[in-house]
């Protein structure tokens, strides 16, 4: 992976999209593949019982909280963190970041849209503020239901979904598009019988409010190598803000002082306690959806 290659920022400027041909190695996204496919089955099983972490749209089951999960979305993150700042854009930071599984749905229909801003109030307002990759893991063309886009429309309101100026996105294991937040977009529909996995990572400007709460996933990272390796994500400006001149003093800051340390001790021992169920019980989950796709 060479992450030191030009992002071409007048074409995302203009058109809104568009594709770097082997971006990653082969075996990078063999394992991303592999581990999206075990987290799909995963969730799919927890859902029947109300405890997936994921939404569904048009055959499409939509998988968040990826930082936790393995620490192959971890190394994808960054690598897209440091592509950025390769490229003198140093005030990007990880906002979204998600799985797209899509399977054949004879009841899909096209879902118009853009990812940020989410409606039209103040669209001038976030030019130049979004970057957006989607990193197919898998086959990505027409057949197994790839983005559809249309170009030029992150500067234009004017444009629609029509036959002429619709693009259906294609790539080949590696390839990395990457696209304008603001340009209209929609999922396509799966007519294979297998499962076309997508990733999707989002950075914003830093004065942007970020979409997905990543203090959570922070906190409940678990082993030191993910620990140490997500330093490398620009989480920084997720943490609480410490008013200089005291304005915003908390109970830290009073004569219970002492009490508030012993409990901050035991909240520190307990989100272990709970880091290490989750990372346990997901990974016993994987092993097992492994074992019988293998079988």
């Known amino acids: 992976m060479d992450i030191k290659q030009k992002l071409d920022l007048n074409t995302l400027e203009k058109i809104g999209?568009?594709?770097?041909?082997?971006?990653?190695?082969?075996?990078?996204?063999?394992?991303?593949?592999?581990?999206?496919?075990?987290?799909?089955?995963?969730?799919?099983?927890?859902?029947?019982?109300?405890?997936?972490n994921r939404s569904e749209r048009n055959?499409?089951?939509?998988?968040?909280?990826?930082?936790?999960?393995?620490?192959?979305?971890?190394?994808?993150?960054?690598?897209?963190?440091?592509?950025?700042?390769?490229?003198?854009?140093?005030?990007?930071y990880l906002s979204e970041f998600f799985l797209v599984s899509t399977n054949k749905c004879n009841k899909s229909s096209d879902w118009w849209h853009r990812d940020y801003p989410h409606n039209l109030e103040n669209f001038e307002l976030y030019n130049k503020h979004s970057i957006g990759f989607f990193v197919p893991v898998s086959t990505f063309n027409d057949l197994t239901g790839s983005t559809k886009v249309i170009e030029y429309s992150n500067n234009d309101l004017t444009l629609s979904a029509t036959?002429?100026?619709?693009?259906?996105?294609?790539?080949?294991?590696?390839?990395?598009?990457?696209?304008?937040?603001?340009?209209m977009h929609t999922g396509g529909s799966n007519k294979t019988d297998r499962t076309r996995q997508l990733i999707v990572a989002i950075f914003n400007r830093k004065e942007l409010i970020p979409c997905e709460d990543f203090v959570i996933q922070n906190d409940m990272i678990f082993t030191d190598k993910d620990k140490k390796l997500i330093k490398e994500l620009k989480l920084i400006r997720y943490k609480p803000i410490i008013n200089f001149f005291g304005r915003n003093r908390s109970v830290i800051n009073t004569s219970l002082r002492p009490i508030v340390k012993v409990i901050n001790k035991i909240k520190i021992k307990l989100n272990l306690v709970k880091s290490f169920i989750y990372f346990s019980w997901t990974r016993l989950l994987y092993f097992f959806f492994n074992r019988v796709k293998k079988d």
């Open 17 to 52: 999209v568009y594709k770097y041909r082997s971006f990653f190695d082969y075996s990078f996204i063999k394992k991303l593949r592999i581990k999206s496919d075990i987290i799909y089955n995963s969730e799919k099983f927890l859902n029947k019982f109300g405890l997936g």
């Open 59 to 92: 055959g499409s089951l939509f998988t968040g909280n990826l930082l936790i999960k393995s620490s192959i979305f971890i190394e994808l993150a960054v690598i897209l963190q440091k592509f950025i700042e390769s490229n003198n854009l140093s005030n990007y």
């Open 163 to 183: 036959y002429e100026n619709t693009k259906i996105l294609s790539a080949n294991k590696g390839d990395l598009i990457i696209y304008n937040p603001r340009i």
